[in-house]
């Protein structure tokens, strides 16, 4: 595996869970997108949404991908909103292979509901929210080399599946 693994998805699709995994399983090092950007502002998602706002996020963000996709063989998981900008999109697809995760609302609204960190999805509604965001992004994850529902399936099982299509691609 001589290249970069990019995970894209909407949110609660799995994509850390099942970065983490991947990453092992390929032995490669794991850079979760959200995560570093926490690291090196030293505060919270909901912080940097709250003091400067979701345009000054998707800066953060771009900048982080840009880093991540010049460095060396990874899995680099991503944030949900990371196919928002075309310059994203195109980042990821030119410089690695790029697999997205998918579940139905009900699965995602199962797996983010007692969470409170992700400031898009807090209010109220949650279904309403999801379904909303969803329509607004509606392509922006079509792009990938390889789609995965992971509704219902294990850890395990996605991560093997993921491994396999990647030795055949
Ligand atoms: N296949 C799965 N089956 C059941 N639960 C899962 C599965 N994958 C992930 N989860 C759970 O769903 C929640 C959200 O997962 P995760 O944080 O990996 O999503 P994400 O795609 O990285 O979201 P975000 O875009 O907000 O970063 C976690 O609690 C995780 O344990
Ligand atoms: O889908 C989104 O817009 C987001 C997803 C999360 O991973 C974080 O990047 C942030 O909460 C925004
Ligand atoms: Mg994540």
């Given amino acids: 595996?001589?290249?970069?693994?990019?995970?894209?998805?909407?949110m609660g699709t799995g994509k850390t869970t099942v970065g983490e995994q991947l990453a092992s399983a390929l032995d490669v090092p794991l850079f979760d997108s959200d995560q570093e950007i926490v690291k090196r502002e030293g505060r919270s998602i909901p912080e940097i949404f709250a003091a400067d706002?979701?345009?000054?996020?998707?800066?953060?963000?771009?900048?982080?991908?840009?880093?991540?996709?010049?460095?060396?063989?990874?899995?680099?998981?991503?944030?949900g909103g990371a196919v928002l900008?075309?310059?994203?999109?195109?980042?990821?697809?030119?410089?690695?292979?790029?697999?997205?995760?998918?579940?139905?609302?009900?699965?995602?609204?199962?797996r983010v509901e007692n969470d409170p960190n992700r400031p898009l999805l807090q209010g109220g509604d949650l279904k309403g929210r999801i379904l909303a965001l969803q329509e607004a992004r509606a392509g922006l994850y079509e792009f990938a080399d390889l789609a995965l529902d992971t509704t219902g399936r294990s850890l395990a099982d996605i991560v093997g599946e993921i491994v396999m299509k990647l030795s055949a691609s």
């Fill in 85 to 110: 900008a075309a310059e994203n999109r195109d980042m990821m697809k030119k410089s690695g292979f790029v697999v997205c995760l998918t579940a139905t609302v009900e699965e995602i609204v199962r």
């Fill in 53 to 79: 706002g979701e345009v000054h996020f998707r800066k953060l963000e771009t900048a982080m991908l840009t880093e991540l996709a010049a460095g060396g063989p990874a899995v680099i998981t991503t944030g």
């Fill in 1 to 10: 595996m001589g290249a970069r693994i990019f995970l894209i998805g909407f």
